[in-house]
């Protein structure tokens, strides 16, 4: 375990560099979703524009900083010394970052079904979807920054 407080930092920096890879993709992906359910074909073909770049948004970019963010993420917690398990902070950011995964999966479902040619919702409800991950990224950064409790 040594080892792990030897390369703390590089993981911390990792994992950074991955989160905010990870949210990029989870803010812009449902915006691609609202262009999809409201391009007029005839300006532009969704089916192979709008739904090549939501497949390689969430392929090249979402889930593998969702992987290195998690794989680092674990790291760091299994680092001695570094979380106290009886502070709530640590608590409300590890279900906060579930919570994220889960829409993380909602938002792969989703793209599956545009891609299927299904419109399950409206651009209106893809807007308000898209505040999901930004709810939740406050709540993360205010849980490791601020740690309130």
């Known amino acids: 375990m040594d080892i792990l407080s030897t390369i703390y930092p590089w993981v911390k920096s990792i994992h950074v560099i991955a989160v905010i890879s990870w949210m990029a993709g989870m ?22 524009t709008l739904v090549r770049w939501e497949y390689l948004l969430i392929k090249r ?6 992987a290195v963010t998690w794989i680092c993420g674990i790291l760091m917690l299994m680092t001695p010394g570094i979380i106290d398990w009886g502070q709530g902070w640590i608590w409300v950011k590890l279900i906060s970052v579930i919570l994220m995964s889960g829409f993380h999966g909602f938002l792969s479902k989703q793209r599956k079904l545009l891609a299927a040619g299904q419109r399950p919702y409206s651009g209106k409800a893809y807007r308000m979807l898209n505040e999901v991950p930004t709810v939740l990224m406050i709540i993360i950064v205010i849980m490791v920054i601020v740690r309130p409790f």
């Not at 803010?27 to 074909?41: G, I, S």
């Not at 970019?61 to 969702?66: D, E, L, S, Y």
């Open 27 to 48: 803010l812009y992906l449902p915006r691609l979703f609202v262009y999809h359910v409201e391009t007029d074909p005839t300006h532009i073909n969704a089916d192979e």
């Open 61 to 66: 970019i979402i889930n593998p900083a969702m």
